[in-house]
């Protein structure tokens, strides 16, 4: 199986920063993507950036120019630096990884268990 494992969530005041983190591991061959969402409390889950393995991004227009999202190929790790955070912002974040295993003839998603972000007026 795959395990994702976010990191680097909590509680920051409005204009801060925070940087997240997200390790896959488990029977991997290649991570073909590798994203954020996000899920405010009542709201639906949204997209807010993604990332392939040659290095192409894309983000919702809510977070451009604020968030970077990285990843170390060799670590199977992706990154989510936030800048310039306003209480919007606040939401449980998770990551995500299709990869390639063993056993599939083509690559799934897989999902971490989530990591709280709070931004305080």
């Known amino acids: 199986q795959v395990q994702l494992v976010e990191s680097g969530g909590g509680l920051v005041q409005a204009g801060g920063s925070l940087r997240l983190s997200c390790a896959a591991s488990g029977s991997i061959l290649d991570i073909v993507r590798m994203a954020w969402y996000r899920q405010a409390p009542g709201k639906q889950r949204e997209l807010v950036a993604t990332?392939?393995?040659?290095?192409?991004?894309n983000y919702a227009d809510s977070v451009k120019g604020r968030f970077t999202i990285s990843r170390d190929n060799a670590k199977n790790t992706v990154y989510l630096q936030m800048s310039s955070l306003n209480p919007e912002d606040t939401a449980v974040y998770y990551c995500?990884?299709?990869?390639?295993?063993?056993?599939?003839?083509?690559?799934?998603?897989?999902w971490g268990q989530g990591t709280q972000v709070t931004v305080s007026s």
């Open positions: 995500t990884a299709n990869a390639r295993t063993p056993w599939a003839t083509r690559p799934n998603d897989y």
């Open positions: 990332i392939t393995s040659g290095g192409n991004t």
